[in-house]
């Protein structure tokens, strides 16, 4: 008997969370680009190293930048809402993230540049309930020289958007 034979409802939801399950391993075997290429960082946001910090890992998916991320008690803002920091961290250091890739794939380079955010505007949607997996998607939809012009990065909670930001982001 077919696991999957059920009515098309039941058989797409299984299927979904079959895929999901699947990405989800292959996401903790895989090293992110933090673990990569920054392995000994202590960023708060995005450092592998540092045991107090948010601790994103980030993953190239084609051109776009992907990530999982769950709130914990210590990163809430009032009774059971993630704090607006906290979620402007995890865009800042995604955001980087998504623009060192992007200009390392431009200019064909072995490993990324250093970035910086020159500037950034987050516009919080919606609030975000505390101890939720957020999903955290970005692209550079611009990049001339050593810059990333233009960027979108958005942080999806429940499949709609949270949060989100638009920023140029320059190499150091």
Not at 44 to 73: M, Q, T, Y
Not at 92 to 120: E, F, I, Q
Request: with cysteine; aromatic share 8%; charged share 25%.
């Amino acid at each position: 008997m077919n696991p999957f034979h059920h009515d098309s409802v039941t058989a797409s939801k299984q299927v979904k969370a079959y895929c999901e399950s699947s990405l989800r391993t292959w996401r903790r075997i895989m090293k992110s680009l933090q673990e990569m290429y920054a392995p000994n960082s202590f960023c708060f946001g995005c450092g592998p190293k540092n045991p107090k910090g948010l601790r994103i890992r980030s993953f190239a998916v084609g051109d776009e930048v992907v990530a999982e991320w769950k709130s914990e008690p210590q990163h809430v803002a009032f009774a059971g809402f993630v704090n607006g920091g906290i979620l402007s961290t995890l865009l800042d250091c995604h955001g980087n993230w998504t623009a060192a890739y992007a200009l390392m794939r431009k200019s064909r380079m072995d490993s990324p540049p250093g970035t910086v955010t020159s500037a950034y505007e987050v516009k919080f949607l919606r609030p975000t309930q505390i101890s939720k997996t957020m999903h955290i998607r970005a692209r550079a939809t611009s990049t001339e020289g050593d810059r990333a012009e233009e960027l979108r990065c958005r942080i999806l909670w429940r499949g709609r958007e949270s949060s989100d930001d638009e920023r140029p982001i320059g190499m150091s």
